[in-house]
């Protein structure tokens, strides 16, 4: 029995048998949970954020950043946002026309998300029209058919997370 105690995983139960424990897991099996789990809690903390700040490269080449409402979000790989095309020269749309790299960034409390990505202005109308429960009327008196509506698609590349005290960046496939 003193062979148990140095060699747990092959402790001797019956003198011709050798039962061996599950084996640890392993560096990278350890690290693809931790992702996980805190990809988990990013998609949470923007279920808990209905406001967000969206970052666009202006005409002038420096970084915009507006706060908008998310319109949806699918996990925090896909989010949805709308804007107006009111001037041909400034603003989200014609910066997204001309350079679609992006940033979004939302936090709560202490924890916070960075978004690295692209944003896609969505043409297709019946995409459009997914959206048209939360079209603002205010801003747009015909809905996702107003000619001034635009609806953006963003989708990550890159996200760095600092949820509970631990931080973390991901890449994700384009």
Same mark, same amino acid.
């Given at each position: 029995?003193?062979?148990?105690?140095?060699?747990?995983?092959f402790a001797?139960?019956h003198?011709?048998?050798?039962?061996?424990s599950?084996?640890p897991k392993?560096?990278n099996?350890?690290?693809?949970?931790r992702?996980?789990?805190?990809e988990?809690k990013?998609?949470q903390?923007?279920?808990?954020c209905?406001?967000v700040?969206?970052?666009s490269?202006n005409?002038n080449?420096?970084?915009?950043?507006?706060?908008v409402?998310k319109l949806?979000?699918n996990?925090?790989?896909?989010?949805?946002?709308?804007?107006?095309?009111?001037?041909?020269?400034?603003? *989200? @749309?014609?910066h997204?026309?001309n &350079? #679609?790299?992006?940033s979004v960034g939302y936090s709560?409390?202490?924890d916070s !998300?960075? /978004?690295?990505?692209n944003?896609e202005i969505?043409q297709?109308m019946e995409?459009? *029209? @997914?959206?048209?429960q939360q079209c &603002? #009327?205010?801003?747009?008196k015909k809905?996702v058919e107003?000619?001034?509506? !635009?609806? /953006?698609?963003?989708?990550?590349i890159e996200?760095?997370f600092?949820i509970?005290? *631990?931080?973390?960046?991901?890449?994700?496939?384009?």
């Amino acid at each position: 029995m003193y062979y148990n105690r140095l060699y747990p995983q092959f402790a001797i139960t019956h003198p011709n048998s050798i039962r061996v424990s599950a084996m640890p897991k392993t560096a990278n099996e350890i690290q693809k949970e931790r992702t996980r789990e805190i990809e988990e809690k990013a998609v949470q903390l923007l279920e808990q954020c209905p406001v967000v700040t969206l970052a666009s490269v202006n005409e002038n080449g420096y970084p915009r950043i507006c706060t908008v409402s998310k319109l949806k979000a699918n996990g925090f790989s896909e989010i949805y946002f709308e804007t107006s095309k009111r001037s041909p020269y400034h603003g *989200k @749309a014609v910066h997204f026309q001309n &350079n #679609p790299k992006a940033s979004v960034g939302y936090s709560l409390g202490g924890d916070s !998300v960075t /978004l690295i990505g692209n944003v896609e202005i969505v043409q297709d109308m019946e995409e459009k *029209k @997914a959206f048209a429960q939360q079209c &603002n #009327p205010q801003f747009f008196k015909k809905g996702v058919e107003d000619p001034r509506h !635009v609806l /953006l698609r963003f989708r990550v590349i890159e996200a760095t997370f600092w949820i509970e005290g *631990k931080f973390r960046t991901c890449r994700y496939k384009e």
